[in-house]
């Protein structure tokens, strides 16, 4: 009894060990969209905005192609290594970042960020999952995406950053470069990976590279939520990479305040929307094996008209209606968000989770990729944002169905 209250509350400190990995993961690939200004005008060779949407998309390209790779690490040999490693190799690019001083090198650094941080996010949820089984797992997930959530706040409030002439954008590149480089030993010293409750059988089940694709790819679930997953993550890459270019330019805000404004009120949305919404899941998980499925329907069922608020906020005039679609995003975002890897542990067994999880990152995150340069270049021709965010909320309209016709594992619900 007191090992599981042990296990039980170092389950809980693995969440708060990993929640400054997860700031500091989309802090250093987040922040970048607010300094644009900054660093367009310093970094020589960035001519247009298809041009800054490509050297954005390559490292979305990069990083979807690793996914599975990183993912499939995670499960084979074991969480924590590949954690720590991860956060070490992208701090110390991150670093390097601040160093550049033309588009080809700002690519390549992009790049190697790229490969670095596709091996994080699956082996932390997965790591998560190990450890919170039953009724903790989505409070548990929610509360690591809160740390994504702040980090894409504090990302936006590095175009005040930018803009100090004491300070600039080198500056909070070398800053948060040295604090995960920092980390990294500190989190392998404590971390550890789940303890192995498994049988003789189930060791021999780790999985071969094309015996877990197969497994895979004929789960007709797990189809489903690789395109439930992909589908609202093209606006929702729109909106963390272009909101704040988007907003400085449609009502002529400062560097500064466009990135908080693009930035600060649908993250903290989303905090409070992935922490009540795994509350709510996990609840409505007591009555039924579908609620964590029902409450992500809910999540993306308000992303809609919230994209379309989006996108006719500027013909309006209206900076109001921007923010306050941009708050109803984010809770839907959370509510989504929060319910991913706990529904996919429902669909697939825990062996195969960080491989899954990649996976799913590698289509929506390709996805991402070519939505940045497309929409770089649909700016370019001048495009209208009604009509380019309408389609998205059309493409979320078709998501709410793709995520209800997934079906739960009844085998899976403790594992």
């Known amino acids: 009894m007191n090992q599981e209250k042990s296990v039980s509350r170092y389950a809980w400190i693995v969440v708060g060990l990993l929640v400054p990995v997860a700031l500091l993961n989309y802090l250093d690939r987040q922040m970048i969209a607010a300094m644009k200004a900054s660093v367009m005008g310093d970094v020589s060779g960035i001519t247009s905005d298809k041009a800054w949407g490509q050297m954005l998309g390559q490292f979305k390209w990069v990083y979807a192609f690793l996914s599975p790779v990183g993912g499939y690490i995670a499960d084979r040999f074991g969480r924590k290594y590949t954690i720590c490693g991860s956060l070490f190799a992208w701090s110390a690019i991150t670093w390097a970042t601040g160093h550049v001083t033309t588009y080809d090198g700002l690519l390549w650094t992009r790049t190697l960020m790229g490969i670095s941080e596709a091996f994080y996010i699956p082996a932390a949820l997965a790591l998560v999952s190990d450890y919170h089984i ?102 929702g890459w729109v909106v963390r990479d272009w909101m704040p270019v988007i907003l400085q330019e449609q009502f002529n805000l400062s560097q500064g305040r466009a990135g908080v404004s693009a930035t600060l009120y649908w993250q903290a949305a989303a905090i409070v929307a992935a922490f009540f919404g795994g509350w709510l899941a996990d609840k409505w998980m007591r009555r039924t094996d579908r609620g964590r499925i029902y409450v992500s329907a809910i999540g993306m069922a308000l992303i809609i008209p919230a994209l379309f608020g989006v996108g006719n906020a500027p013909n309006l005039n209206s900076l109001s209606l921007a923010i306050a679609s941009l708050v109803l995003f984010g809770i839907g975002w959370g509510f989504f968000d929060g319910n991913n890897m706990p529904i996919l542990s429902q669909i697939v067994r825990p062996k195969l989770r960080a491989t899954g999880y990649g996976i799913m990152n590698l289509v929506s995150i390709s996805f991402g990729g070519f939505a940045d340069v497309g929409f770089g270049a649909l700016r370019d021709r001048n495009v209208p944002l009604n009509l380019i965010f309408g389609t998205f909320a059309a493409i979320a309209l078709v998501s709410v169905v793709l995520v209800l016709l997934i079906k739960p594992q009844k085998k899976l619900q403790t594992k």
């Not at 089940?205 to 993550?233: D, G, H, Q, W």
Request: aromatic letters at 10%.
């Open 134 to 235: 039953g009724n903790t797992r989505s409070r548990a997930t929610g509360l690591h995406q809160m740390g994504i959530y702040c980090g894409v706040i504090l990302g936006g409030f590095t175009g005040y950053v930018a803009d100090a002439p004491a300070l600039g954008w080198r500056w909070m590149f070398n800053v948060t470069g040295l604090v995960g480089i920092l980390y990294a030993p500190v989190l392998l010293m404590v971390l550890r990976d789940a303890p192995k409750q498994m049988t003789a059988t189930e060791v021999e089940s780790k999985p071969r590279v094309a015996s877990a694709l197969c497994e895979l790819f004929t789960n007709k679930s797990f189809i489903l939520l690789v395109m439930y997953f992909t589908l609202p993550a093209i606006a």
